[in-house]
């Protein structure tokens, strides 16, 4: 059960290890959107594999029925593996495997519980993420840990780079535990709620630029939120993409918030806390470019304002 890219990614490294150890009877994806000019049905990138592998799938609109609950019955499942499905499984679904129901979460819970740890990994700073595989229960990623595996995040990593990275991993470390189950092996460690933090949905309203934060956290933001929904601003009346920033310094504070403290041979701008130095932005009906040249071909100068 899952929907995005990573998902697609681990349920590609299951089919290819399926065989006399286990097999993938069935996929449940979200639903086919419009997408385009044309508004056509675009597939789910799960879906895309399951088509492509001839696996029986089913895209349902809501979960909660007694319809849904009899199609998944029909697979006969021995377990459920979610990742990224994007929905709360009500308790009857949880139930139907056999054996358990398991979720591959990017995090090392009980961090970054919810639906966007690997965005909120990035923006708390963290030196390190993973992967955890966990039984899942009614709680929202509260289920005991049964195996995990940890990777350091690296400076210049962005939510997609990272999202590659444990789309990966994450399939090594579900391959591991399902072996660890066949052989007996696989044990329960009931998470620590005193450590527990939480991640919500990613909207596009989360990634506009408050030049009053830190150098630090809107250096994470243009990271975090790369490539969707990207740290934005505004500049002459329009919205500007900010995809790759630098802190100079972490304390200063020569200006108000947005000022463009320098435009050559940096680009550097007055955060509430430090100074950040802009490397690559987009500006409307432009491509992503280096920021000095949108410094000049916009003729910036010491002074202007970033945010109105």
């Given amino acids: 059960m899952g929907t995005p890219e990573l998902a697609a990614r681990i349920l590609e490294r ?19 959107k419009p997408a385009g000019r044309g508004l056509h049905p675009k597939l789910s990138p799960v879906a895309l594999v ?20 009899e199609q998944l019955k029909a ?38 519980r919810g639906a966007a740890p690997i965005e909120g990994a990035i923006l708390a700073g963290d030196f390190d993420t993973g992967v955890t595989i966990m039984r899942m229960t009614e709680g929202m990623d509260a289920g005991p840990s049964l195996h995990w595996r940890a990777i350091e995040i690296e400076p210049d990593d962005t939510q997609g780079t990272l999202k590659a990275k444990l789309a990966d991993l994450g399939a090594d470390t579900l391959l591991e535990a399902l072996e660890k189950l066949r052989a007996g092996e696989l044990s329960e460690t009931p998470q620590d709620e005193s450590l527990a933090t939480y991640t919500k949905p990613v909207e596009k309203s989360d990634a506009v630029i408050d030049w009053r934060k830190s150098a630090v956290e809107i250096e ?45 041979p940096t680009v550097a701008v007055q955060c509430g806390e430090g100074i950040l130095e802009l490397l690559e932005v987009q500006a409307p009906g432009r491509k992503r470019m280096d920021a000095a040249d949108f410094a000049r071909g916009r003729r910036l100068a010491p002074g202007m304002k970033l945010g109105e």
């Fill in 220 to 264: 994470r933001m243009t990271r975090a939120y790369d490539p969707w929904p990207v740290a934005r601003t505004r500049f002459g009346g329009n919205e500007l993409l900010v995809y790759r920033a630098r802190v100079i310094d972490t304390n200063a504070k020569e200006a108000d918030p947005g000022i463009f403290l320098a435009v050559t």
């Fill in 75 to 112: 697979f006969e499942p021995d377990l459920l593996v979610v990742a990224a499905y994007g929905r709360i499984l009500p308790p009857a679904v949880l139930a139907l495997p056999k054996i358990m129901p398991l979720n591959v979460h990017a995090s090392l819970l009980p961090r970054h």
């Fill in 14 to 32: 299951l089919i290819a290890a399926s065989g006399e150890n286990f097999i993938v009877v069935g996929v449940v994806t979200g639903r086919d």
């Fill in 50 to 69: 399951a088509e492509r592998t001839s696996i029986p799938t089913l895209k349902p609109t809501r979960i909660k029925t007694a319809e849904f609950l």
